[in-house]
């Protein structure tokens, strides 16, 4: 598949508060739980947006509860119709798509997950909101308010819908389908771009598995600043 014009994947999501009226920091073992359980369903190992709602009171089992409608067969139909998931409103709680690639243009996945994100809006009481990326956002379209493509203009007009959020990613995006490596400064600003979003510095997060050690997800920011991991591929 080309990686060149691929941004992120994203997922909606939804973790943990800290007492019944106030807003907690996102808890990050159970954020890298939800990113496994996502990942391993839907196989992703490459450009693929994923939205989901997860309640902020969680039960024993509730990945599978959240998931039940969005099977890996019914999500794996629609992609290979190049079709988002669900498509409708059939299932208020996950959207999964992938580019569309046409001749002169590409339909980056988190685009087509935002234009068909509505279900989960209307539904975002008690949930938690994280877009999820395989890859992180790419500098040149996704963060680019020039480009009349960007997708935080759309973010920026949707977030508010919940109270909390996450922005998370497990690859760097560092390299163009025909192997044109990505300036590391580009990855930097692309990261600020999105900080300086409604996300907000705060919710950005990588989780992805480092070498020798654990999965895991770390916050990409510190004092406002871009963390080493989350723009350097280790591997």
């Known amino acids: 598949m080309k990686m060149a014009n691929l941004c992120w994947v994203v997922v909606t999501l939804t973790l943990f508060l800290a007492g019944e009226n106030s807003v907690a920091a996102t808890d990050k073992e159970q954020l890298a739980d939800i990113v496994k359980f996502i990942m391993n369903r839907f196989n992703i190992k490459t450009q693929v947006s994923v939205a989901v709602n997860i309640p902020m009171k969680t039960t024993q089992n509730y990945l599978q509860e959240v998931f039940k409608k969005a099977t890996t067969a019914a999500v794996k139909r629609k992609l290979n119709q190049a079709s988002v998931y669900p498509g409708d409103s059939s299932d208020n709680t ?28 209307d539904s975002s009481n008690a949930t938690f909101l994280v877009f999820y990326s395989f890859y992180s956002p790419c500098g040149s379209k996704c963060t680019n308010m020039k480009n009349k493509n960007n997708i935080i203009s759309k ?21 163009t389908g025909t192997g ?40 990409c920011f510190m004092d406002k600043n871009v963390v080493k991991e989350c723009v350097v591929n280790d591997d």
């Open 94 to 121: 996950v959207v999964v798509a992938k580019p569309d690639f046409q001749e002169r243009y590409t339909d980056h996945a988190e685009a087509r997950v935002l234009e068909n994100i509505q279900p989960l809006a």
């Open 180 to 219: 044109i490596t990505i300036d590391k400064a580009e990855s930097v600003e692309a990261l600020k771009q999105l900080g300086n979003s409604r996300i907000g510095h705060e919710n950005i997060f990588r989780c992805y598995k480092p070498k020798n050690k654990d999965f895991q997800c770390i916050s």
């Open 155 to 175: 973010i920026d007009e949707l977030i508010t819908k919940w109270k909390q959020h996450a922005f998370v990613f497990s690859r760097v995006f560092d390299k």
